[in-house]
Structures are given as structure tokens and as C-alpha cells.
């Protein structure tokens, strides 16, 4: 079935660095993958999302391209802030055979330092 | 900006008391869901909702577990007799479309089960 694989945190970098979280998936077919992110004590929200093979989806400084020769989606930022502390969620829904809900990574924890 | 409602933020019940944890979707969309997550762990599916009946359910639904859409704005998990390992938070969520489009989640119930 399908399935997403994210990389183990948690992830410590300080303010401005360059971040990589790496997601990759297993599904037939095509489908849409997404990034969630949960702040401290806060619901999921989505970040960004991409559709189809090689789109870009972005957002605050946030960008994951659909990798569908590597069956990747791996989260970048190149500067980092305190703020972006919170736990990043990849997840994959749709594809064929498959049905509405979405399937989530582990989650991978990112703490930012001053 | 729409958004999806969780009520109560936190409940804490006794080991074979009923809950019913309640929210209220994104007006014009068609599809509700519900997910949970155990501290610390992976985001999982519960059940999925569409046209007034269940579209796909996890195992972890079993017979404790119902949902409802009693009008035409709330949504509810309802879990029967609850047990100690039922202890997590639940995201409600919704989506316009079905299949590989993006959920909107709620902020969360947190259930203690003492």
C-alpha cells in the first residue's frame, strides 16, 4: 500500500541555516503530497503542496519539489528562523487505487537556536 | 479565513465513559475526517465521511468508535466506552475535494482517559 518515509529527527539548527528534511514515498500512480506543520500546542497546517511530477510548491521561504524518478519531497529552506521551530509532517493522498484520506510521515521535529 | 472548530480543546474522562468530541467542518466543503495522534507519534486515520456515510474507516474504528453528521454544520466522533489507550489528541478535518486534495485540520481535542 501506499506510504511515506521521513527522515528521524529531531533537527537542530541555528537561525539561518539551511534546512533539508527528507521525505520519500511509495504509491502507484500519482499522487498529490503535502507539507504539514504542527507549532507547539497547535493543530496541523498545511505549508505547501505539489500535484504532479516535477511541480514546486512553496511557502514562507519553504519549498519541496515532486520528485516522481527518486519519489521524493523533500523539504528546504534557506534561512531558517527561531520561529520555524515546530514538528514538519509529509504526507501523500490520492494516487491510483487509492482512497480520500491522507498518509502521514512520522513527523520530523525541527528546533531552531538563537 | 475559514477554518475548521474543535470543541472541547482538552477533555478528560473516566475508563469506560462515552465521549463525544465535536466540530464544525469548513462550510462549503463535502468531505470530514477524523485522525489521531498518540503523543509523539505519526498522525493516523480514523474515518473518513462523505455524502452522510462512511467512505473508509481504519481498524482502529471498531465498534467503540461512530461518527455523525447530526445537521448540517457539526461533526462528531463519538467513542462509547472509552479505554486508557483511546488517550490522544484527535484532529477533525476537511476537504472539498476527495481524493488528493488537501485537508484542513482543526486545532485538536486533547482526551485524557483516567
Known amino acids: 500500500g501506499n506510504s511515506v518515509t521521513q527522515m528521524e529527527g529531531p533537527v537542530t539548527l541555528s537561525e539561518e541555516a539551511f534546512l533539508t528534511i527528507n521525505c520519500t514515498y511509495t504509491?502507484?500512480?500519482?499522487?498529490?503530497l503535502f507539507w504539514y506543520v504542527q507549532y507547539p500546542g497547535e493543530g496541523l497546517q498545511l505549508l505547501l503542496k505539489?500535484?504532479?511530477?516535477?511541480d514546486k510548491g512553496s511557502n514562507k521561504g519553504f519549498e519541496a519539489t515532486y520528485r516522481k524518478e527518486t519519489t521524493s519531497f523533500h523539504l528546504e529552506k534557506g534561512s531558517v528562523q527561531v520561529s520555524d521551530s515546530a514538528v514538519y509532517f509529509c504526507?501523500?493522498?490520492?494516487?491510483?487505487?487509492?482512497?480520500?484520506?491522507?498518509?502521514f510521515g512520522t513527523g520530523t521535529l525541527l528546533a531552531v537556536q538563537p | 479565513e475559514p477554518e475548521v472548530t474543535q470543541t472541547p480543546s482538552h477533555q478528560v474522562t473516566q475508563m469506560g465513559q462515552e465521549v463525544i468530541l465535536r466540530c464544525v467542518p469548513i462550510?462549503?466543503?463535502?468531505?470530514f475526517y477524523w485522525y489521531r495522534q498518540i503523543l509523539g507519534q505519526k498522525v493516523e486515520f480514523l474515518v473518513s465521511?462523505?455524502?452522510?456515510?462512511?467512505?473508509?474507516k481504519s481498524e482502529i474504528f471498531d465498534d467503540q468508535f461512530s461518527v455523525e453528521r447530526p445537521d448540517g454544520s457539526n461533526f462528531t466522533l463519538k467513542i462509547r466506552s472509552t479505554k486508557l489507550e483511546d488517550s490522544a489528541m484527535y484532529f477533525c478535518?476537511?476537504?472539498?475535494?476527495?481524493?488528493?486534495?488537501?485537508?484542513?485540520f482543526g486545532q485538536g481535542t486533547r482526551l485524557t482517559v483516567v
Open positions: 505539489a500535484t504532479k511530477a516535477d
Open positions: 478535518a476537511s476537504s472539498r475535494q476527495g481524493q488528493g486534495s488537501e485537508a484542513f
Open positions: 462550510s462549503n466543503h463535502l468531505y
Open positions: 465521511f462523505y455524502n452522510n456515510e462512511i467512505s473508509e
Open positions: 504509491a502507484t500512480g500519482y499522487p498529490s
Open positions: 504526507a501523500l493522498g490520492g494516487g491510483r487505487g487509492a482512497t480520500n484520506k491522507l498518509i
